[in-house]
């Protein structure tokens, strides 16, 4: 059974940085391309940063590209999303989540992903 645990999250002022960790157990960690999304309240979930299963493809949203950077260690099973120059509009609930699908590239939309964390919470004060 796919598991993922979000760590990481915390209360931030603007302009500074936090990094969340997922850590994924129940299969074979490398083999698959992993995301994060996030949720903040009254509004649509929203796709923030996937990285395909060998490391070597990642994609951002629109809102956090330059400022946000997506990373794995397969070694670990651990992806990690190290947010810079956080902004109030940053503030949500962050999701890890992985596809049931092997060998994919991590994009959204092109990616179904089954299995999801249960989140951490980032807040960031003015």
């Known amino acids: 059974q796919v598991q993922l645990v979000e760590s990481g999250g915390g209360l931030v002022q603007a302009g500074g940085s936090l990094r969340l960790s997922c850590a994924a157990s129940?299969?074979?960690?490398?083999?698959?391309?992993m995301c994060w999304f996030r949720q903040a309240p009254g509004k649509e979930r929203e796709f923030v940063a996937g990285?395909?299963?060998?490391?070597?493809?990642?994609y951002y949203g629109d809102s956090v590209k330059g400022r946000f950077t997506i990373s794995r260690n397969n070694a670990k099973s651990t992806v990690y999303l190290q947010m810079n120059s956080l902004r109030t509009e940053d503030t949500a609930r962050y999701y890890c989540?992985?596809?049931?699908?092997?060998?994919?590239?991590?994009?959204?939309?092109?990616?179904?992903?089954?299995?999801w964390g249960q989140g951490t919470q980032v807040t960031v004060s003015s």
């Open positions: 129940g299969r074979t960690f490398g083999n698959y391309a």
């Open positions: 990285i395909s299963w060998r490391g070597r493809n990642t």
């Open positions: 989540a992985a596809p049931h699908a092997a060998y994919g590239l991590g994009r959204w939309p092109g990616t179904e992903y089954d299995y």
